[in-house]
């Protein structure tokens, strides 16, 4: 009877280094791929069209086929007076309505709050968030209503004996800012609202022993502390407010003689009433970059450290 040999041990020496392992890249991708497919389905794939529009002369109608222009139609937007005023009151509305208006406002609300009653709490919070979960077109007939010519701000005047005037023929501009500044604070009160939430008790308890009034620990302790939150709320409130289009729609039409006509409203005037899709597109890219650098503005904000 032959002895066999024996059979190799399958446990590993202590020592021993274990086998490689193939990569695994691909396992942990492949939940991201109908993600992925859809963004470049839904996002890219509509924006590298949008850029190539741009270079085109296309047109909705009276057009058989279109043509590669170049920057035709962005030298021709530089040359557009109507453009550059687009461009103006767009840079006023965002200021006014996003970087002074919601900003303040929704900072000052936030901390009010803090020190008022749970009832009143309750109340303003209700009414401000109210105005932000509105629907943009309600919203701008609300307004509108409310600043035209025969509306509730004249009314209440009248009533105070105090001048009226046409808001919405003799500060368009100022009626839609005021417009957006109601409809979106809100957001503003809550990001800050939740920033203050997190400065310790304790540092502003000091700074009163200390004697720093109210001002001093607002500019001092306050805003050094929640400066990542007003960088975040600042971009997101900016690249909002220069998507607007429907409250403006609503209450002016860009007018009266393109005087509260921003480039959301401009771009959809060349666009659609005017059937020039190529230029249109091309103000819709520029309106791009004007995003773009507000939002790498607010980025490098954010990187500094507090």
Same mark, same amino acid.
């Given at each position: 009877?032959?002895?066999? !040999?024996?059979?190799?041990?399958? !446990? ?142 004249? !009314? ?114 060349? !666009? ?8 249109? #597109? ?21 990187? #500094?450290?507090?």
């Amino acid at each position: 009877m032959t002895a066999t !040999a024996p059979r190799p041990s399958l !446990a590993k020496a202590p020592g021993a280094p274990r086998p490689a392992r193939g990569p695994r890249l691909p396992v942990r991708v492949l939940p991201l791929t109908p993600a992925v497919v859809l963004l470049l389905l839904f996002l890219a794939g509509p924006i590298a069209y949008c850029v190539l529009i741009a270079f085109t002369d296309l047109q909705l109608t009276g057009q058989a086929e279109s043509s590669f222009v170049g920057f035709d139609n962005f030298t021709r937007a530089f040359g557009d007076e109507a453009f550059l005023n687009a461009v103006w009151l767009t840079l006023v509305f965002t200021v006014l309505s996003s970087l002074i208006g919601q900003n303040t406002l929704g900072l000052a609300l936030a901390a009010l709050m803090r020190r008022a009653s749970k009832p009143v709490r309750t109340l303003t919070g209700g009414i401000v968030v109210t105005a932000w979960v509105l629907p943009e077109v309600v919203a701008g007939f609300l307004l509108y209503a409310f600043f035209r010519r025969e509306g509730t701000l004249n !009314a209440v005047l009248d009533w105070l004996h105090l001048p009226s005037q046409n808001w919405l023929y003799t500060l368009p501009i100022l009626a839609v800012s005021f417009a957006n500044v109601w409809r979106g604070t809100a957001f503003s009160m809550l990001v800050y609202s939740a920033a203050l939430n997190e400065i310790p008790q304790e540092i502003t308890e000091a700074a009163e022993v200390d004697g720093a009034g109210g001002w001093r620990r607002m500019w001092h302790i306050t805003l050094p502390m929640i400066r990542r939150s007003i960088g975040t709320n600042l971009m997101l409130n900016t690249l909002q407010t220069l998507s607007v289009f429907g409250l403006i729609w609503v209450m002016t039409r860009g007018g009266p003689g393109g005087r509260s006509q921003t480039l959301p409203l401009f771009m959809y005037e060349q !666009a659609f009433q005017n059937s020039l899709i190529g230029y249109g #597109t091309a103000v819709a890219l520029l309106l791009l970059v004007v995003g773009s650098l507000f939002s790498l503005l607010y980025l490098r904000l954010l990187r #500094t450290e507090v």
